[in-house]
């Protein structure tokens, strides 16, 4: 059974690694970046387009209208299943993404706390009330790793982290899970690290193009598709930025350094949770990074 997991920051170079390595091996993506779960959300996600797939099948990619607010339990089940059935036919595959809790939710035991309708709802009159900032920090107090790992501009799953701390009495983070109950003990996990003036220049020349690229107009489509209905996708990076443009509320040079600066700030907080892991095997961008993870797999 052949399991790779690549993570690691935004603009580190994960999806273009994964693909050469796919074609190496004989393996299949699973995607682990949540925005890329919907449809029509290509520019702004840097989703690989079909031709750079370059043959290599993806899975969890496309499967949802942006007007759906996904979550992770749904996200491990789906997940799980399609891992199950390739490695099942003997398929190698690689896990790739930089959301950090959706690869802990394939790999690890995860609890999913249920949900009280009257607690989601106080709590998310409050949000509405006191606003994203001070929901955030009463978060920050109640649970600090969770705030860390949570931004602020993700008000569904900050309120969803208040209502798990009252309905379980114990922080959010307490029903992460440990690394000592995985579900594939031979996966073999590998994180991509970035010299920091070098993966800021990255982020500044991406967020440019995908402006250049129409990232305004793919906004304006899927406003027409339900952008606005959802919670999730409209929170994405550059979207949320594009939506407060079309508002008026900001410029568009405005709206383009906005995203550079939530990218760079989303970035620091992808670092913070990867690092938590230490089964991750770090590699930096001077090193060989595919031959490294031939290497593992061969010795495995």
Known sequence: ??????????????????????????????????????????????????????GIAHHMLDLVEVSTDVNVAWYQMQARAKIDELLGRNIPVIVVGGTGFYIKAILDDLNFPDTDPAVREKITQLAEKIGNDAIHQRLAVLDPAA??????????????????????????????????????????????????DLLDTRVDARVDQIFERGLIAEVDTLITQGLLEGKTARAALGYAQVLALRAGEISEP????????????????????????????????????????EKAILNA
């Open 1 to 54: 059974m052949t399991l790779v997991v690549i993570g690691g920051a935004t603009a580190t170079g994960k999806s273009d690694l994964a693909i050469a390595l796919a074609m190496r091996i004989g393996a299949e993506i699973i995607n682990a970046d949540s925005m890329q779960l919907y449809r029509g959300m290509d520019i702004g996600t840097a989703k690989v387009s079909l031709e750079d797939r370059q």
């Open 147 to 196: 705030a860390a790992a949570i931004p602020k501009e993700n008000v569904r799953r900050v309120i969803r982290a208040l209502e798990v701390i009252e309905i379980t009495g114990k922080p959010f983070t307490a029903n992460l899970p440990r690394e000592d109950s995985t579900r594939y003990p031979n996966a073999q996990q590998f994180g991509l690290t970035m010299e920091r």
């Open 254 to 293: 405005e709206a383009i350094s906005q995203t550079k600066l939530a990218t760079r700030q989303y970035i620091r907080r992808q670092e913070t949770w990867f690092r938590r892991d230490n089964r991750i095997q770090w590699l930096d961008t001077d090193s060989d990074r595919l031959g490294i993870i």
